[in-house]
């Protein structure tokens, strides 16, 4: 791949991947509008890697809470940190299982512009009236596992691009009343085994096809896609803290009506 396309791709990623808009719909329009060869699912998930240690870095006290937590929970006690920790696992289970499914069997299947159209628009939509709906009273460290697990059933949508995996799960935490930041934050820490799970994948391909360029590549990628997260995750956890989730759902339906136009005529 030439160096500008990983260049636009990994910005495309790194401010995409955090906000509820669908990274992997973005990384799988770029090349169908600039007219490149689509970069392959190793590139998307590399790219995916490079903003999840962008996360790590963002959230590095609650990493070292969760970390805390596995320690807490290994020496058999409980505590709030042990709590988000089971937590993250119950909500990760679910993609876990049916993402190996579609890894398997599905493949590409999934990357089509229609597809992507629809799920970009309904749940931009949906994430608007249950934003605006919804209480906003609940903290992530008093969530009960029960919520947990129905964030997580949420996530599964995301393995249709368009859906968003932020925009999903944070729609969920807000169903259930939890706070706009709150939501983000369990978004995002929810987003460290999912994307390593999908890394481990990713990178046993890559090595099994001993390819040097796609390997160089997917360094490449990841290292520059986490520069943009970073500055992403800033940006949108300061907006949140005062603001709406309105300004993602106006841009998905926008380019929703516009997808769904150029597909169909």
């Known amino acids: ?39 392959g699912l190793i590139i998307d998930i590399a790219l995916h890697v490079g903003t999840l240690l962008a996360v790590i870095v963002y959230f590095w006290r609650d ?10 929970l290994l020496a058999g006690r409980g505590d709030p ?32 512009p229609e597809i992507i159209a629809w799920t970009t628009l309904v749940f931009g939509i949906l994430l608007y ?18 919520n ?15 859906t968003s995996r932020a925009g999903i799960t944070m729609t969920a935490a807000r169903a259930l009343g939890y706070e706009r930041p709150e939501a ?3 978004s995002l820490l929810l987003s460290i085994p999912t994307i390593l799970g999908a890394g481990a994948l990713a990178f046993k391909d890559l090595m099994e096809r001993g390819d040097i360029q796609l390997e160089a590549n997917a360094y490449l990628a990841g290292g520059l896609s986490f520069a943009a997260a970073l ?35």
Request: no cysteine; proline share 5%; aromatic share 12%.
């Open 1 to 39: 791949m030439l160096l500008f396309h990983l260049v636009v791709l990994a910005l495309v990623q790194g401010i995409t991947e955090f906000l509820p808009v669908s990274s992997s719909a973005h990384l799988i329009l770029v090349p169908v509008f600039a007219d490149w060869p689509d970069q």
């Open 63 to 72: 990493i070292l809470n969760l970390l805390q937590g596995l320690f807490s």
């Open 81 to 112: 940190n042990a709590g988000l920790v089971i937590n993250l696992v119950i909500a990760t289970l679910p993609v876990v299982a049916v993402g190996l499914l579609i890894h398997r069997y599905a493949g590409n299947a999934l990357r089509d």
């Open 129 to 146: 009236f249950i934003d605006h709906f919804s209480l906003t009273v609940k903290r992530i460290e008093h969530m009960p596992f029960g």
């Open 148 to 162: 947990a697990f129905i964030i997580g059933l949420a996530q599964i949508l995301s393995l249709v691009p368009g």
């Open 184 to 186: 983000a934050r369990f």
């Open 231 to 265: 500055l992403a995750i800033t940006a949108m956890m300061g907006w949140l803290k005062q603001a709406t989730f309105t300004p993602f759902v106006v841009y998905r339906v926008v380019l929703g009506i516009f997808l769904l136009f150029w597909v169909y005529s």
